[in-house]
Structures are given as C-alpha cells and as structure tokens.
Nanobody, 120 residues
C-alpha cells in the first residue's frame, strides 16, 4: 500500500527555517503531483505548494518567496524548505500525492502530518 511519512517538523522562532521531508513507499506513478497542505489551529486545511512529475511548481501566495518545494525521485521523497517563517505558518503540514492513471480517476494519498510551531 502507498504510504506517505512526513518528518522535520518542530519548534522554530519567527524568521527561522525548517525543512520538511515526505518519504513515499508503495509506488509513485510516472505521472503524478506531490505537494503540501497545512492546517492551522481552528482553521481549515489549505494548499501550500505542489510539484508535478515534470518538475513544475506552484505556490500559495502566502508562501511565495519564502517556501521552496522540491523532489528527489531516486529517493521517492518530496521536500518543503520553509524560510523566514511567520506566526501564521504554524500548524500541521500534510504531504500529498496524486497518482495519475489512465482510464480512471487518480489515486490520492495523505501523510499523517508534521507539527510546525512558531515562537515569537
């Protein structure tokens, strides 16, 4: 079965940096999209960034210029480098995988979440 495991969360000061990792086991289709979502306390889950199998990236306006998403296909891992962290960046970060398949809807998977806490 496909599993996504996040790591790298923790406590950082405002203006600091963290790098989240998401390791995938079980298989990634040749055409896919991976990304990160986050959920702040008392808020709904929101999209942060995505990276397609072809390498194209997209970012939410709130993190543009501060966050960088990347992937290492040899390691089946996606990363989120978070710089200049702000208090509003706090929350649980979830890794996402969408395996694109022909002849049917895509398969979608979520990680268990990584806690990111920002101190002032």
């Amino acid at each position: 079965q496909v599993q996504l495991v996040e790591s790298g969360g923790g406590l950082v000061e405002t203006g600091g940096s963290l790098r989240l990792s998401c390791a995938v086991s079980g298989g990634i289709y040749s055409i896919n999209v991976m990304g990160w979502y986050r959920q702040a306390p008392g808020s709904q889950r929101e999209w942060v960034a995505t990276i397609a199998s072809g390498g194209s990236t997209s970012y939410a306006d709130s993190v543009k210029g501060r966050f960088t998403i990347s992937r290492d296909n040899a390691k089946n891992t996606v990363y989120l480098q978070m710089n200049n962290l702000k208090p509003e960046d706090r929350g649980v970060y979830y890794c996402y995988l969408k395996n694109i398949r022909s002849g049917g809807p895509p398969y979608e998977y979520w990680g268990q979440g990584a806690q990111v806490t920002i101190s002032s």
